[in-house]
C-alpha cells in the first residue's frame, strides 16, 4: 500500500467515517421523532373530535356508557351551543394516553413536560373545539460534546367543527319568528323590494 493511500484510509477512518455515522444516527433518531410526534397528533385530533361531538349533543356521553338513550332527561342543556360542555373527562384521557405513549424505536426518546389545553370557542354561526398538546422530545444521546441531550419544545394543535344540525335550524327559525313578530321581515321586503325596483328586476 503506498503513502498515499495509507493517508486517505487513515483519514476516512478518523474524519468520513465517524461523520457518515453521526449523519446516520441522527437520521435514525429524527425519524423516531416524527413517528412519537405523529402518536401525539393522533391523540390530539381524536380528542377534538370527540370534544365536538359531546358539545353537540350533551346525552352523547351517558349514552356511550350506559348503551341505550335515557329514558328520563334530567339536564337537556339547552344553551350548551352557546356555553360549551363540560370536556374535562377528554381531557384527563388525553392525558392518560399521551402517558401511556412509549419510546417508539429507542429507549429515553419518549415525550416530557407535556401540557393538554382543550378550548371551546363560539363564533356566532360556527363553533369550534381546539387540542393543544405542548410536549418535549430529548435525543437520548449528547451531540458534539454538549452537557445535555438535545430537547425539541413541539407543538400539536387540532380544530373540529362542532356540528348541531337540528340546532342550527331551530334558531334560524327562532331568529325568523322573532324577525316576523317585531315587523322586521316586512322592512326587508319591502327594502328588498326597492332595491330590485332600482336595479330593474
Same mark, same amino acid.
Given at each position: 500500500?503506498?503513502?498515499?493511500?495509507?493517508? @486517505?484510509?487513515?483519514?476516512?477512518?478518523?474524519? =468520513? +467515517?465517524?461523520?457518515? +455515522?453521526?449523519?446516520?444516527?441522527?437520521?435514525?433518531?429524527?425519524?423516531?421523532?416524527?413517528?412519537?410526534?405523529?402518536?401525539?397528533?393522533?391523540?390530539?385530533?381524536?380528542?377534538?373530535?370527540? /370534544? @365536538?361531538?359531546? *358539545?353537540?349533543?350533551?346525552?352523547?356521553?351517558? =349514552?356511550?356508557?350506559?348503551?341505550?338513550?335515557?329514558?328520563?332527561?334530567?339536564?337537556?342543556?339547552? #344553551? !350548551?351551543?352557546?356555553?360549551?360542555?363540560?370536556?374535562?373527562?377528554?381531557?384527563?384521557?388525553?392525558?392518560?394516553?399521551? %402517558?401511556?405513549?412509549?419510546?417508539? +424505536?429507542? /429507549?429515553?426518546?419518549?415525550?416530557? %413536560? !407535556?401540557?393538554?389545553?382543550?378550548? +371551546?370557542?363560539? !363564533?356566532?354561526? #360556527?363553533?369550534? *373545539?381546539?387540542?393543544?398538546?405542548?410536549?418535549?422530545?430529548?435525543?437520548?444521546?449528547?451531540?458534539?460534546?454538549?452537557?445535555?441531550? *438535545?430537547?425539541?419544545?413541539? !407543538?400539536?394543535?387540532?380544530?373540529?367543527? *362542532?356540528?348541531?344540525?337540528?340546532?342550527?335550524?331551530?334558531?334560524?327559525?327562532?331568529?325568523?319568528? #322573532?324577525?316576523?313578530?317585531?315587523?322586521?321581515?316586512?322592512?326587508?321586503?319591502?327594502?328588498?323590494?326597492?332595491?330590485?325596483?332600482?336595479?330593474?328586476?
Amino acid at each position: 500500500m503506498r503513502k498515499e493511500e495509507k493517508g @486517505a484510509l487513515i483519514l476516512e477512518a478518523t474524519i =468520513v +467515517f465517524p461523520v457518515m +455515522f453521526f449523519i446516520l444516527l441522527f437520521l435514525i433518531y429524527t425519524g423516531n421523532m416524527f413517528y412519537i410526534r405523529s402518536q401525539v397528533d393522533s391523540i390530539a385530533s381524536r380528542g377534538a373530535i370527540q /370534544a @365536538a361531538a359531546y *358539545v353537540a349533543d350533551p346525552m352523547l356521553e351517558e =349514552v356511550k356508557e350506559s348503551g341505550s338513550v335515557p329514558r328520563s332527561i334530567n339536564n337537556v342543556q339547552p #344553551y !350548551h351551543s352557546l356555553l360549551g360542555n363540560d370536556v374535562g373527562k377528554i381531557q384527563n384521557k388525553m392525558n392518560e394516553e399521551l %402517558n401511556g405513549l412509549g419510546t417508539g +424505536f429507542f /429507549a429515553g426518546m419518549g415525550i416530557q %413536560n !407535556h401540557s393538554v389545553s382543550l378550548r +371551546f370557542e363560539n !363564533h356566532i354561526f #360556527y363553533s369550534t *373545539v381546539t387540542a393543544d398538546v405542548d410536549f418535549q422530545v430529548k435525543f437520548p444521546i449528547r451531540f458534539f460534546g454538549s452537557d445535555q441531550p *438535545v430537547a425539541l419544545k413541539m !407543538h400539536s394543535r387540532s380544530v373540529a367543527p *362542532v356540528t348541531d344540525t337540528p340546532e342550527f335550524i331551530q334558531n334560524v327559525d327562532m331568529a325568523i319568528d #322573532y324577525a316576523d313578530s317585531t315587523g322586521l321581515s316586512e322592512k326587508l321586503n319591502q327594502l328588498t323590494g326597492k332595491v330590485r325596483e332600482f336595479f330593474g328586476r
